[in-house]
């Protein structure tokens, strides 16, 4: 749902738009400004960027630590991704995290031996939660959600 104020200043018009989100999506700040001014002939206005809650001066580098063979682009939906796992999902990501330790070893062996990239790793992160028995409402299931006929 969107709803859209705007006020008036000396020679600026400010425009809040607020966004009510389904809760279980991540997003960034719940509010963005734009800033436009009409005497000047600059077709697009300037935004301005989301506040976050977690700087990204230190998520940046932490993903570029992880990238070996395969680009990870950092943007801003990375970063919001990154804040609802922290944030919306903690005991999730704790979880995960715990269950990394058992998962990653064998990967990471197997990865190597078939010269794959280490970073596939990750993917079982997305497809699964590192939840062995998940089944998705498609009926993949298992750590990677291979389909039955794949």
């Known amino acids: 749902m969107l709803d859209r104020r705007c006020s008036y200043g000396s020679n600026n018009i400010f425009t809040t738009t607020e966004f009510r989100h389904d809760s279980s999506q991540p997003q960034a700040a719940d509010t963005a400004i734009v800033i436009t001014n009409p005497s000047i002939n600059d077709p697009k206005p300037a935004v301005a960027e989301p506040a976050w809650l977690i700087d990204p001066s230190i998520v940046q580098p932490r993903l570029q630590a992880l990238q070996k063979e395969i680009q990870l682009t950092y943007n801003s939906v990375t970063h919001q991704f990154v804040e ?6 903690p005991s999730f990501t704790k979880t995960m995290m715990e269950r990394k330790d058992l998962y990653f070893p064998l ?27 998940a089944i998705s409402r498609a009926g993949a299931g298992g750590l990677w959600q291979f389909m039955p006929n794949s």
Request: charged share 35%; no cysteine.
């Open 107 to 133: 990967y990471e062996k197997y990865l190597k031996k078939y010269g794959l990239p280490d970073e596939l790793k990750y993917l079982s992160l997305i497809e699964s939660g590192l939840n062995p028995k």
């Open 84 to 89: 609802y796992f922290a944030y919306r999902k």
